[in-house]
């Protein structure tokens, strides 16, 4: 299972820092990965990490703004989002992918078999 927190409403300019709590499998194995939704849009990537962290993707609409990160020691996946803009407003999905390595298939939602319930960022102009 994984559980999304940390959302909420910030002005833009603001930052938030969310998490992704996994239990239930070696979720410290596998590829996670941040997605969003707005409100009429189709799901989106945002980012996404290997299983040791050390390498990341990262959608060019974030990049520089948005920063993934993971804590195997807690089970925990980070995206700390900062210089906020209204069209970053969104539900924000945390995923797990059954492989250890980020692929071209990484973008994609069909590569992640496990979905948080999501969470709202909400920033205000």
């Known amino acids: 299972q994984l559980q999304a927190f940390g959302g909420g409403l910030v002005q833009a300019g603001g930052s938030l820092r969310l998490s992704c709590a996994a239990s239930?499998?070696?979720?410290?194995?596998?590829?996670m990965g941040w997605f969003r939704q707005a409100p009429g849009k189709e799901r989106e990537f945002v980012t996404a990490?290997?299983?040791?962290?050390?390498?990341?993707y990262v959608a060019d609409s974030v990049k520089g703004r948005f920063t993934i990160s993971r804590d195997n020691a807690k089970n925990t996946v980070y995206l700390q989002m900062n210089s906020l803009k209204p069209e970053d407003t969104a539900v924000y999905y945390c995923?797990?992918?059954?492989?250890?390595?980020?692929?071209?298939?990484?973008?994609?939602?069909?590569?992640?078999?496990?979905w948080g319930q999501g969470t709202l960022v909400t920033v205000s102009s």
């Open positions: 990490i290997n299983w040791n962290g050390g390498n990341t």
């Open positions: 239930g499998r070696a979720f410290r194995s596998y590829v």
């Open positions: 995923a797990s992918a059954p492989r250890a390595t980020l692929d071209s298939g990484s973008y994609f939602p069909d590569r992640y078999d496990y």
